[in-house]
C-alpha cells in the first residue's frame, strides 16, 4: 500500500541547518505532488508548499520562503525537506503529504497520505 | 491573506451528534477537505471533496458544502472519535490552506 516514512527527530542549535526526508512507497512516485506541513508544538496545521514530483517545481506558501528548501531525489524515491538558519520559532513537527489527484480540471487534490512526521526542536 | 475559520471546541455527549464548521469566502468554488487528528499522530483525511468518505473510514462521518461554508458532521459520536479536526482548501490562487482547528470532545 502506499506510505510515507520520514527521517528520525532532529536537535539542531539556533543558526544551524537540517534536512528532512520523506520516502515513498507503494505507488507511482512522480504521479502525485508532495506538500509539507508544519504544526508547531499546541498549535494548528500550516501548509508549507508543495514541490511537483514530475519537474521538481517547488512552490513556497507566504512565510516559508528564504530559508525553506523543497527538493527531489527520484533515484530513491525521496522528497527532502531543508531549513536553513534555524531559530527557535522552528521547532515543531514537519509533515509530507501526498496530494491526490482530482478529476475536475483546476480542482485541487486532498492531501490522501501522510507521512509519520518529523520532529525538528532547536535550542542553544 | 485567505483564512478557514473553525470553532475553536465542540463538545457532544456519546451517541449525539457533532457538527463542525468551517467558513471561508472561496469555498463556493473550492473543495473542502476534512481531517481528524488524535494526539501524538499523523492527520487521517475522513472527507475528500466536500462530502465523499475514504474507504475505513466509518459512515457516521459526512460532509457538506453551501456557499461559504462547508460542514462535518459526525452523526452518533464516539468516544474514539475525540481529536482535532480540520478543514483544508485552497483560495483562488490555489494556494493551500488549513482552518484554525476544532477541537472535539466526546463525553
Known amino acids: 500500500q502506499a506510505q510515507l516514512v520520514q527521517s528520525g527527530s532532529e536537535l539542531k542549535k539556533p543558526g544551524a541547518s537540517v534536512k528532512v526526508s520523506c520516502k515513498a512507497s507503494?505507488?507511482?512516485?512522480?504521479?502525485?505532488?508532495l506538500n509539507w506541513v508544519r504544526q508547531a508544538p499546541g498549535q494548528g496545521l500550516e501548509w508549507m508548499g508543495w514541490?511537483?514530483?514530475?519537474?521538481?517545481?517547488?512552490m513556497y506558501a507566504q512565510g516559508f520562503t528564504g530559508r525553506f528548501v523543497f527538493s527531489l531525489d527520484t533515484s530513491v524515491r525521496k522528497a527532502h525537506l531543508q531549513i536553513s538558519s534555524l531559530k527557535a520559532e522552528d521547532t515543531a513537527v514537519y509533515y509530507c503529504?501526498?496530494?491526490?489527484?482530482?478529476?475536475?480540471?483546476?480542482?485541487?487534490?486532498?492531501?490522501?497520505?501522510w507521512g509519520q512526521g518529523t520532529m525538528v526542536s532547536v535550542s542553544s | 491573506s485567505y483564512e478557514l475559520t473553525q470553532p475553536p471546541s465542540v463538545s457532544v455527549s456519546p451517541g449525539q451528534t457533532a457538527r463542525i464548521t468551517c467558513s471561508g469566502d472561496?469555498?463556493?468554488?473550492?473543495?473542502a477537505y476534512w481531517y481528524q487528528q488524535k494526539s501524538g499522530q499523523a492527520p487521517v483525511m475522513v472527507i475528500y471533496?466536500?462530502?465523499k468518505r475514504p474507504s475505513g473510514i466509518p459512515e457516521r462521518f459526512s460532509g457538506s458544502s453551501s456557499g461559504t461554508m462547508a460542514t462535518l458532521t459526525i452523526s452518533g459520536a464516539q468516544v474514539e472519535d475525540e481529536g482535532d479536526y480540520y478543514c483544508?482548501?485552497?483560495?483562488?490562487?490555489?494556494?493551500?490552506?488549513f482552518g484554525t482547528g476544532t477541537k472535539v470532545t466526546v463525553l
Open positions: 472561496a469555498l463556493p468554488k473550492k473543495y
Open positions: 514541490i511537483n514530483t514530475n519537474t521538481g517545481h517547488p
Open positions: 507503494g505507488y507511482t512516485f512522480s504521479s502525485y505532488a
Open positions: 471533496e466536500d462530502s
Open positions: 483544508y482548501s485552497t483560495d483562488s490562487s490555489g494556494n493551500r490552506v
Open positions: 503529504a501526498r496530494e491526490g489527484i482530482v478529476a475536475v480540471p483546476g480542482a485541487i487534490g486532498g492531501l490522501d497520505i
